[in-house]
């Protein structure tokens, strides 16, 4: 190890679950996730100063289709900058107002602060995009925007009508884990 550090991966043996449980969005300005060290899993989740659930400093959960939701990444790389892009995606049912004015909602965030979002994994793991601060330090930007977004009625009465929200975004290394447990992040929703 005299010009690198590296370390190894493995986990125990047996089957691994696909897909996302769970999914919600915040404003990456009202929350701070910290870590024991650097590298290491967030552990706690706390609201900034100044932020209040009153105030709109919430985590809100994103209701999509069961077994519709969906995270990927691909690695690049331009000599040793490494660039990872992200996608997440969930169907949500029915075009309604109330979709549009969500959708409508995304987009503005988007343009002006990004979107945090968290998710529960069928596994049980958590993981987290488009944070901005960690150990109450501001992080380099994680820009994570609503971005490709498709939606429509469909012909038959069996289709599926609504939308296929697309979250993209890119930063420098893959998304970290929460490891402090789903109900503090559903805890956000209501207090």
Do not use: H
């Amino acid at each position: 190890m005299l010009s690198i550090t590296l370390s190894s991966y493995s986990r125990p043996c047996g089957g691994v679950t696909g897909g996302i449980s769970d999914l919600w969005i915040f404003d990456p300005s009202d929350f701070n996730f910290t870590q024991t060290a650097p590298g290491d899993p967030y552990t706690v989740v706390a609201r900034r100063a100044g932020a209040t659930f009153v105030g709109g400093a919430k985590m809100f959960p994103i209701k999509f289709e069961k077994k519709e939701a969906e995270y990927k990444f691909k690695q690049s790389r331009n000599g040793c900058s490494t660039k990872y892009d992200l996608e997440i995606s969930a169907r949500l049912p029915e075009l309604s107002n109330d979709l549009t004015n969500f959708l409508s909602n995304l987009d503005v965030a988007g343009c002006c602060s990004g979107l945090g979002i968290v998710f529960l994994m069928n596994t049980g793991k958590i993981l987290v995009a488009g944070e901005r601060y960690v150990n109450a330090d501001i992080i380099p930007y994680f820009e994570v925007v609503m971005d490709g977004t498709e939606g429509g009625t469909g012909k038959k009465f069996e289709d599926f009508n609504g939308a296929t929200v697309m979250f993209k975004g890119e930063y420098s290394r893959g998304l970290r884990e929460f490891t402090g447990g789903v109900s503090v992040i559903s805890g956000f929703e209501t207090a």
